[in-house]
């Protein structure tokens, strides 16, 4: 017998419930990547994460090799390709995951036809992208939870299962071509993707990093978080594995983290009973958003005179990644600062992030811009304030500012305190709005919205 394994957000032989389907009921198995035209189309493939998959794609191979088998690449219609590789293989069932998102569910729905046509069965495996199922705890009556501190505390009781091992053998067909691996763009600098990476990652940080989480996460100089998002989002690792693992070493490190874990579950189960929210408010406020091109450039090209926030949207452009605190302070300052819709910085974001991931994102966003779940959605983050707090001696802010690396002390946060002909030796920008005035302008606009 002979099955076609479809990868698809799970690139990763270890607790992959799909492969391990494939290669436990079948003589002859297919481990199927298809360069899906429908996710460029939706602008989603960008350079970055394009270059992050390729890595991603090459350790897959890799770990495939090391087993007997080899990864097949194919580019096209995801549908298309699937049964194609299934004719020329003579598979007669193929293996994928539950699809979460809404264009998953359609992918499989269509799947599900195609492959009936030609009577092969399609088998649809548990999505392992959370480490509770979306839909899993939900409060009575509703099909999610729209406040994280209940869910977390149902999240902490749900049983989590055995992680799966990864399969010892894959014997592929020969019969069956693949498109060479694709490459990554070299003008993209990004973490090393794939599992064998992740996993390395993730032994590293449990060993060096977990320990002092808790009292060093916020502190954006010192980069004291585990940089995992990406590995997680593309599925390199298990986010099962990553929980079991780190509940396994304890510590108030490891509470710390295992929240934050939970945080990425919880957008994800809002996000899978409300798709909608990936583009309209979740909690409409009917705030009546700005629109103002010089604001929003300045915002994105890190030159808005605060510099905390500019030196956030430069490391965003440098690296692709940002410190969630950082990403906390930038979406509040658009959102509620300069009173800008959130469409426009998740857009952003997604453009340029590694870890770009549409649950996680957009309704960080919403949370940020008080149109989610945040309960306290009047709050308005004061970048000064939060400067001062989460980076005392500005280390975070001379790394990404150059332009501010000599100016002493504290005034790094505030460098229009500085003498005139100082300011115009530094050519650093004049605050692009008075954040009292527009304190005062997010709160008139809000009151107006309810
Ligand atoms: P750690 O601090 O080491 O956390 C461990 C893991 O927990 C992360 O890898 C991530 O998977 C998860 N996590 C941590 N915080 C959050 C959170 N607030 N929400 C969801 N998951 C979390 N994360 C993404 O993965 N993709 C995104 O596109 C994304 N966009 C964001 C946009 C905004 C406006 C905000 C405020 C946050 C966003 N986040 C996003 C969440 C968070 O900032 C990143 O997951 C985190 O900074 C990644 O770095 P790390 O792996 O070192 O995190």
């Known amino acids: 017998r002979t099955a076609v394994a479809l990868f698809t957000s799970d690139l990763r032989l270890y607790d992959n419930p799909v492969l391990r389907a494939a290669a436990g009921g079948a003589d002859r198995v297919v481990p199927l990547f298809v360069l899906d035209e429908g996710v460029g189309r939706a602008g989603f493939a960008v350079p970055r994460r394009a270059a992050f998959l390729a890595g991603c794609l090459a350790d897959l191979d890799e770990g495939l090799r090391a087993r007997g088998g080899r990864l097949v690449v194919r580019e096209g219609e995801v549908v298309e390709e699937v049964c194609r590789v299934a004719g020329q293989s003579g598979a007669d069932e193929v293996h994928v995951a539950a699809g979460v998102s809404a264009y998953a569910q359609r992918r499989e729905e269509r799947l599900r036809a195609a492959l009936g046509r030609e009577r092969r069965r399609l088998t649809v495996h548990e999505a392992v992208t959370t480490v509770v199922p979306p839909g899993g705890p939900v409060p009575t009556g509703r099909d999610h939870f729209a406040v994280f501190t209940p869910y977390f505390r149902r999240w902490s009781a749900w049983p989590v299962r055995h992680v799966l091992a990864a399969p010892r053998r894959v014997e592929v067909p020969d019969e069956v071509a693949g498109a060479p691996l694709p490459v990554a763009d070299a003008a993209y600098a990004v973490p090393k993707g794939g599992e064998g990476e992740g996993r390395r990652r993730l032994t590293a940080w449990l060993r060096g990093g977990l320990a002092r989480y808790a009292e060093l996460r916020d502190d954006l100089a010192a ?12 599925g ?22 295992v929240r934050q874990l939970a945080w990425r579950d919880f957008h994800h189960q809002v996000l899978a009973a409300v798709p909608g929210a990936a583009v309209r408010d979740y909690r409409a406020r009917e705030v009546r958003w700005r629109c103002d091109a010089d604001e929003a450039g300045a915002w994105r090209e890190g030159r808005t005179g605060f510099p905390v926030i500019d030196a956030a949207m430069r490391q965003l452009a440098g690296e692709g990644w940002m410190h969630n605190r950082a990403r ?21 974001f997604l453009g340029l992030l590694v870890d770009g991931d549409v649950a996680d994102n957009q ?3 919403q949370w940020a811009a008080g149109t ?19 980076d005392p001696d500005g280390a975070y802010v001379r790394r990404w500012v150059p332009e501010l690396a000599d100016v002493p002390g504290r005034l790094v946060h505030e460098p229009w305190r500085l003498g005139g002909a100082e300011r115009a030796r530094l050519r650093y920008p004049e605050p692009v709005v008075d954040l009292a005035a ?13």
Request: charged residues 20%; glycine residues 10%; aromatic residues 8%.
């Open 236 to 257: 390199c690792l298990s986010p099962v594995e990553v929980v079991t693992r780190v509940r396994g070493a304890g510590g108030p490190g490891a509470e710390a983290f």
């Open 438 to 450: 527009a304190a005062a302008r997010f709160r008139a606009a809000r009151g107006r919205g309810q």
């Open 372 to 390: 989610g779940t945040d309960t306290r959605p009047g709050r308005v983050l004061n970048p000064l304030v939060q400067a001062r707090r989460f």
């Open 223 to 234: 980069d004291a978080t585990s940089r995992l998002s990406p590995y997680l989002h593309f």
């Open 363 to 365: 309704l960080n966003w």
């Open 328 to 348: 906390l302070l930038t979406a509040s300052f658009l959102t509620k600062t300069l009173l800008h819709d959130w469409r426009e910085g998740a857009r952003h």
